[in-house]
């Protein structure tokens, strides 16, 4: 170990001979960062760009080169390095670059898909992503908000606070299991998909890639990664200050504050937000909102510059959301036979539902989480150390029959602990031809669930009351990764990188006295080859295997088995990026085809009240996604996105196992897969533009449509959703320092299911389902200063 170690630091000690690391900030007037600023050493090949939070980092020959800074809109500037380690620019806007027509938006947007930053347009996979200016002129609060923006990408949630349902690509996330995207935040891996129901705010990139992510963000990464970056603290001090009302009760509270501590060497950030909501949807028996919440969220962060290499800082969060919970409607009739019932049209109208459970459900999570980073750059390669806990408490209460009798209810509680350790070496030269970072990992996730049952008055249903589910879930992994990229020629690039998981899954299940434990070992290629034809114009083609763990059920039943297994996928994807008209016009696509061995589906086995996770044992997704953005004016942009999943099961296999009684879900063969929008659809249009000097206006309409959605591998045509569209805009008035935003969401009000469950098939009497938010509008008001 000794050697090895010695043996490192030596490499890293050669690597770094004779090279000095320049690191800064890039903002404009007002002390906002400007990401995807060119600095380049004057004289030479060699440059950087600023990331989504305007940093920069660049290694120059000697103490006595000039950096060049320059970006579109911008007066280019020179700054001679000298003695100089950090240098912070401030960019004026030039009016003659602002007079151009030049498109915003993808061509400016600045990501960190594979782990370094660059422009979205030179990136080799599909990425959809936004910088700060484009979340909020979008009005980007939540995943569930970008999704609406992203081909292939559906968000829905049901039931509890945390209860989420994300589907990317043909492959839907489950209850019980894994999300199928790697969920990072400041680039820490969140296990917990539970957290994908936070708020965001304060952010400067969200980020979607799409296809296997393996070999760059790990196990589940099955479908790809979300990407969150929040902004981070700055040299130069300001605050922001935000209120805002909407209809349903709605209330808003929100405050951002950043600035030095000891200039130029310690910086913090602080930032906490306050939302309320009495709720829009009504419970008809009980008279009362269903979906009332209350949200706080307070985030602090610190930075700091120890010397001119070394680098650290820490993240400390803590939100609470309480909500409503088991709020599914029913069919308005009531009664279908000898037990009250009937079936759901699973294409909502007006009156062909209700929601009239006699108990009215509650939920909330409560989160803390930190991080501390620490960066220290040896000149041509970094060695980054980060180091988080996470701790998650979510609980449910609510109705189990969700009619206006008194007879089942349902709690759940569920607490998980995470800790992670990631060690990563990076390359920082820019100037060759090999870029490349190796690592370790070490994670492990501890949930603690409680689930009970059956509150009942009437024996005939069962006992008055009983435990459900009462255990213990661990898992510990330990990860190898690298990822290279070699340039072949100047317009040919291919890419290596691969992921070593070691998974140790172990169960301690108090309810019925049993104890579990399996191992896993997973390698996850990535091949990549790219070919940027011209400046304008990229092509790739890319190879990636997925993983997403499998985990144990509370127990067997004829449903499902007490352990579910690995879910593994081998992705081909075609792709193509574009730019043309001067920059006018983006147009980018893909294409993709899956295989899926053991993909996990969910089911709530109403007999035994245990819900569990099962297996098909093969299915196949063929697929593309189309997207492009036109600058038709000075002040006029339209955008536009498609995409088509076309997830079909090959073969399903046998499931269950208790009491040798199993379900044949080879019956299925050739059905598609639920959960599954068959397509997705959104067009849009930005408008941005100075009223005066003083004045600017700021506009954003975007139309999504959700296609077709089977809810049962039946594929019956009575519990299959059709295509529906929504409707949002979001428009904003700046003066100096004050900002003016009106927003609406749902603008026609039209009633669609986030879920849709058949009871025919999980021994129920009833079809539920969960409705999605109605018309939703409102107003807020800020300050900087």
């Known amino acids: 170990m000794k050697h090895t170690v010695s043996l490192l630091f030596l490499l890293i000690t050669t690597l770094s001979f004779s090279q000095t690391t320049i690191s800064g900030n890039v903002t404009d007037k007002k002390g906002e960062p400007i990401p ?6 004057k004289g030479t090949t060699n440059g950087s760009i600023s990331d989504f939070n305007g940093n920069f980092e660049i290694n120059v020959s000697s103490n006595d080169a000039v950096l060049e800074f320059s970006f579109i809109g911008f007066e280019s500037q020179e700054i001679s390095v000298s003695e100089k380690n950090q240098i912070d620019v401030t960019l004026n ?9 030049v498109i915003r938006g993808f061509t400016g947007v600045i990501g960190k898909s594979r782990k370094r930053t660059e422009s979205i347009q030179v990136t080799p996979e599909s990425v959809t992503a936004l910088n700060a200016e484009g979340i909020e002129s979008a009005g980007i609060s939540d995943v569930s908000s970008f999704s609406t923006l992203v081909p292939n990408l559906k968000f ?20 019980g299991g894994d999300a199928p995207l ?18 965001l705010y304060d952010l400067a990139l969200v980020e979607v890639v799409k296809g296997p992510q393996g070999a760059l963000y ?13 902004k981070e603290p700055t040299n130069k001090g300001s605050n922001r200050l935000k209120f805002g009302i909407g209809n349903g009760g709605s209330l808003l509270s929100q405050f951002v504050s950043s600035g030095a501590i000891s200039k130029d060497k310690v910086f913090y950030r602080f930032s906490t ?11 008809e028996f009980l008279n009362q909102n269903v979906d009332f919440s209350d949200n706080f969220n307070i985030r602090g962060q610190i930075k700091a510059r120890l010397s001119k290499s070394f680098t650290v800082s820490a993240t400390y969060q803590h939100f609470k959301i309480d909500g409503g919970a088991t709020y599914y409607s029913v069919n308005p009739i009531g009664f279908d036979g000898e037990f009250p019932g009937g079936v759901l049209d699973p294409n909502p109208k007006e009156g062909n539902n209700v929601i009239v459970a006699d108990v009215l459900g509650k939920s909330d999570m409560i989160n803390n989480y930190g991080n501390f980073k620490m960066d220290y750059n040896f000149g041509n390669v970094k060695l980054q150390s980060i180091t988080s806990i996470n701790k998650v408490e979510r609980s449910t209460f609510g109705d189990l029959d969700f009619i206006d009798l008194d007879l089942f209810t349902q709690g759940e509680e569920a607490t998980t602990k995470t800790f992670n350790q990631e060690l990563r070496i990076n390359n920082t030269n820019t100037d060759t031809k090999l870029d490349w970072s190796l690592g370790g990992f070490y994670q492990k996730v501890e949930k603690d669930v409680y689930q009970n049952g059956a509150d009942g008055v009437d024996a005939e249903f069962g006992p008055a009351e009983y435990d459900v589910a009462d255990y213990v879930n661990e898992i510990k992994t330990i990860a190898l990764f690298g990822f290279a990229d070699y340039k072949l020629t100047e317009k040919l ?18 309810l019925f006295v049993t104890s579990s434990e399996r191992d896993n070992n997973e390698f996850q290629p990535k091949v990549s080859l790219s070919y940027q034809a011209s400046k304008n114009a990229l092509f790739y083609a890319n190879y990636g295997k997925g ?18 297994d690995d879910e593994t996928s081998d992705n081909y994807e075609l792709g193509f990026k574009t730019t043309s008209w001067n920059n006018r016009l983006i147009f980018n696509g893909s294409i993709f085809s899956s295989k899926l061995n053991n993909q996990q589906q969910y089911i709530l086995d109403l007999n035994t009240f245990i819900a569990g996770v099962y297996n098909y044992d093969e299915t196949k997704i063929f697929g593309f996604e189309l997207e492009s953005r036109a600058r038709l004016s000075n002040w006029l942009d339209v955008f536009a996105n498609f995409g088509m999943a076309d997830a079909e099961i090959v073969d399903g296999g046998t499931s269950g196992g208790s009491d040798g009684a199993f379900t044949d879900n080879t019956t299925y063969n050739g059905k598609k897969t639920p959960f599954v929008p068959v397509s997705s659809f959104g067009i849009g249009l930005e408008s941005s533009f100075k009223v005066t000097d003083n004045l600017n206006f700021n506009g954003f309409l975007n139309l999504d449509t959700t296609g077709k959605t089977y809810w049962h591998e039946s594929n019956l045509a009575i519990h299959t959703t059709d295509a529906y569209s929504l409707l949002d805009a979001r428009i904003g008035l700046s003066y100096k320092n004050w900002q003016l935003d009106i927003w609406g969401k749902n603008l026609t009000d039209k009633q669609y299911y986030q879920e849709f469950s058949p009871g025919e098939f999980v021994g129920s009497p009833d079809d539920v389902a969960w409705r999605g938010q109605p018309l939703s509008v409102g107003t807020a008001i800020s300050i900087k200063f």
């Open 493 to 510: 690039t291919a890419s290596v990188g691969f992921r070593y998981d070691i998974d140790k899954f172990s169960q301690v299940d108090a």
């Open 182 to 199: 790697a969920f990072v935040v400041d680039g820490v891996t969140i296990p917990d998909p539970s957290l994908l129901s936070q708020d």
């Open 156 to 175: 829905n949630s049901a039931q509890a606070v945390g209860l989420n349902f994300i589907t990317v690509r043909g492959i839907p996330q489950v209850r």
């Open 273 to 283: 937000q306050y939302k309320t909501f009495d709720g829009l949807l009504t419970n």
């Open 218 to 230: 790990g196990k589940n990464a099955i479908g790809g990664a979300v990407n969150i970056y929040t």
């Open 547 to 564: 993983y997403r763990n499998g985990g144990y059920n509370a127990d067997a039943t004829d449903l499902f088995n007490r352990e579910f």
């Open 36 to 41: 995807g600023v060119n600095i380049i050493e």
């Open 93 to 101: 806007e030039s009016a003659e670059s602002l007079d151009e027509v």
